[in-house]
């Protein structure tokens, strides 16, 4: 589905009518291409006085070439200044020296200036401690606070960018290259105002340009949309692809399958015996599972028919956790396997006209939170990843107005495309993402609905 409106507001004829009448000009967002190899294309700004910055500097010459610091001096890097330096792709600020209110406004010092100085779809990322790690209570409460500052940032920084907090925890720090990758590139380019906890994690990611080598990965739902884009993502990402959907989607299955070197597997997965036949044809094992398939059946609760409400609840919530099951009962999955289960933000915020689907988009968060305990003693981590209105046949089918609304309610103006969906999964399908298990990562622009 096409977005008219942000096409026009980028022609010529429409910036100029646009900006007359004050409307609302989103930018096309900058995302990820195949062959790209640097993460960052252009300057990255590192400042902050916190511990963590020691951790990143030894590979941040490997996300960009162009390294600034915001002190002469500071980790031997060229001083970035607003009156001399280059514009700023993204934006690196240590925030976990912080422990003391009057500091806080060492956030308003270094970010005051340079937001004058973004490029276009600049990437921005505070580091801090989880609030609950630490034992003076002031300095949990200054930690807790940047939620609300890198939060407020993202509604404020416009021109395509995004900005995200990530909580290292003692011991994470080696993953965060595999955090900053995903983060300060385009293949966040859709996600912002996102606060992730990076935990231990005794998996390596050995070759950048194909992270997941080696590994077998399942999609559920791959025939199309979200699907097809997680299996392409997942497939140029050096994983072996197994793709899954009903048996009437089969021809597209097996025809993407065949271009992604992948094999496709026709299966309803609310059938009894879906389990059974999903374990037989994984017989090699599988690291990493994506559940995808989903389904909406809209309707108000007044109207809700039992059968509208049991096909969302059995394809959205049962059969994830029905299969995640039977592939861990029958060691199928594999230690330090990775799971991700695909949510929805109306499973965070509810929508008028979707108890049935935000129930079961709930219950896969709920999934995630439950089972990323017991899985962990594998070494096996679970998330769920929550879009927001991402351009798909699913979306297409939203009435006009209600539909202009999804795709405006949020701070970068516009809907996502799959794409945006498919890096998140990704990143999370990593061996490295270990380090995060019963999250959830908002796929949305900092969508406005359950903020
Ligand atoms: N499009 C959005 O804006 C959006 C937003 C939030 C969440 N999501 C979620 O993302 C996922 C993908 O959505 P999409 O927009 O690509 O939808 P889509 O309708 O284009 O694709 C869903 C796929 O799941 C498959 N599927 C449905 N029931 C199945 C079953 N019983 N067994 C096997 N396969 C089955 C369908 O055949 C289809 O190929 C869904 O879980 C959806 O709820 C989408």
């Given at each position: 589905m096409s977005d008219r409106y942000l096409a026009f507001a980028n022609s010529t004829a429409g910036r100029r009518l646009v900006k007359t009448l004050g409307l609302p000009a989103p930018l096309p967002l900058e995302r990820w291409r195949g062959?790209?190899?640097?993460?960052?294309d252009g300057a990255l700004l590192i400042g902050g006085e916190g511990a963590l910055n020691e951790a990143v500097v030894p590979f941040a010459h490997k996300l960009t070439d162009a390294l600034y610091a915001a002190h002469e001096g500071q980790h031997a890097l060229p001083r970035w200044t607003?009156?001399?330096?280059?514009?700023?792709?993204a934006l690196l600020f240590?925030?976990?020296?912080?422990?003391?209110?009057?500091?806080?406004i060492e956030l308003r010092d270094f970010f005051q200036p340079t937001f004058k100085g973004l490029a276009n779809c600049p990437r921005v990322v505070l580091l801090g401690r989880a609030?609950?790690?630490?034992?003076d209570p002031i300095a949990a409460s200054v930690q807790r606070s940047l939620e609300g500052f890198s939060r407020s940032l993202g509604k404020e920084i416009r021109r395509g960018g995004g900005v995200q907090l990530i909580y290292v925890g003692k011991?994470?720090?080696?993953?965060l290259e595999g955090a900053l990758r995903f983060f300060l590139?385009?293949?966040?380019?859709?996600?912002?105002g996102q606060v992730v906890r990076l935990g231990r994690c005794s998996e390596q990611v050995k070759?950048?340009?194909?992270?997941?080598?080696?590994k077998q990965a399942l999609v559920t739902g791959?025939?199309?949309?979200i699907g097809a884009a997680i299996a392409e993502t997942l497939a140029r990402d050096g994983a072996e692809v197994v793709l899954l959907d009903v048996p009437a989607a089969k021809d597209a299955l097996d025809a993407l399958a065949a271009r992604l070197g992948g094999r496709g597997v026709a299966l309803d997965?609310?059938?009894?015996d879906a389990p059974a036949q999903l374990v037989a044809a994984l017989a090699d094992g599988v690291e990493i599972v994506v559940h995808n398939a989903g389904i909406t059946r809209d309707k108000t609760l007044a109207k809700m028919s039992e059968g509208f409400w049991n096909a969302v609840i059995d394809v959205n919530l049962k059969a994830p956790q029905l299969l995640t099951q039977a592939l861990l009962d029958a060691g199928t999955?594999?230690?330090?396997g990775r799971v991700v289960l695909i949510a929805s933000i109306s499973g965070i915020a509810g929508n008028l006209g979707q108890s049935n689907y935000a129930t079961s988009k709930a219950g896969v968060i709920g999934l995630a939170q439950a089972f990323a305990p017991v899985l962990g003693k594998r070494g096996i981590s679970i998330n769920a990843v929550a879009p927001g209105f991402i351009e798909t046949r699913m979306t297409a089918g939203i009435p006009f107005t209600l539909r202009e609304a999804g795709r405006r309610?949020?701070?970068?103006g516009q809907g996502g495309l799959p794409q945006d969906v498919a890096e998140a999964v990704a990143w999370l399908a990593?061996?490295?993402?270990?380090?995060?298990?019963?999250q959830v990562l908002r796929v949305c622009g900092q969508s406005l609905l359950g903020a």
């Open positions: 062959g790209r190899t640097r993460p960052i607003a009156e001399h330096g280059p514009r700023l792709k240590d925030a976990s020296g912080l422990t003391r209110f009057e500091q806080l609030p609950e790690s630490l034992k011991g994470a720090e080696d993953q590139s385009p293949k966040s380019a859709y996600v912002s070759d950048w340009t194909r992270p997941l080598a080696g791959a025939s199309r949309g997965i609310c059938a009894e999955l594999q230690d330090n309610m949020n701070s970068m990593q061996p490295g993402s270990g380090a995060l298990s019963g």
